[in-house]
């Protein structure tokens, strides 16, 4: 079984930024895609930023391109989601997880951390 502990979380302004990490309890990111997700109060989970086991695939949603960069440290076994020029849109809690599969679907992925609230204050 796989842990995956999110932090870096916390209240921000508009404009400002936050880094989100990503600790998983044993060596996986090298051998798996990692996905980040977001979920805002009474909306569905959306997929936010992914990147797979080779550093291939790198994909982010509309939304945060341009503004989010999701990277990887294996030596460490922790992800990163840096955000800049946040906006209260982006205010949600964040997950992230790992899956076999690089894509943007939740359902491939079968490791799930217990989210961070991020809240962006206009």
């Known amino acids: 079984q796989v842990q995956l502990v999110e932090s870096g979380g916390g209240l921000v302004q508009a404009g400002g930024s936050l880094r989100l990490s990503c600790a998983a309890s044993?060596?996986?990111?090298?051998?798996?895609?990692v996905g980040w997700f977001r979920q805002a109060p009474g909306k569905e989970r959306e997929f936010v930023a992914g990147?797979?086991?080779?550093?291939?695939?790198?994909d982010y949603a509309d939304s945060v391109k341009g503004r989010f960069t999701i990277s990887r440290d294996n030596s460490k076994n922790t992800v990163y989601l840096q955000m800049n020029n946040l906006e209260p849109e982006d205010t949600a809690v964040y997950y992230c997880?790992?899956?076999?599969?690089?894509?943007?679907?939740?359902?491939?992925?079968?490791?799930w951390g217990q989210g961070t609230q991020v809240t962006v204050a206009s």
């Open positions: 990147l797979s086991f080779s550093g291939v695939w790198i």
């Open positions: 997880a790992a899956g076999s599969v690089s894509s943007r679907d939740r359902s491939h992925y079968a490791y």
């Open positions: 044993r060596r996986i990111f090298s051998v798996s895609a």
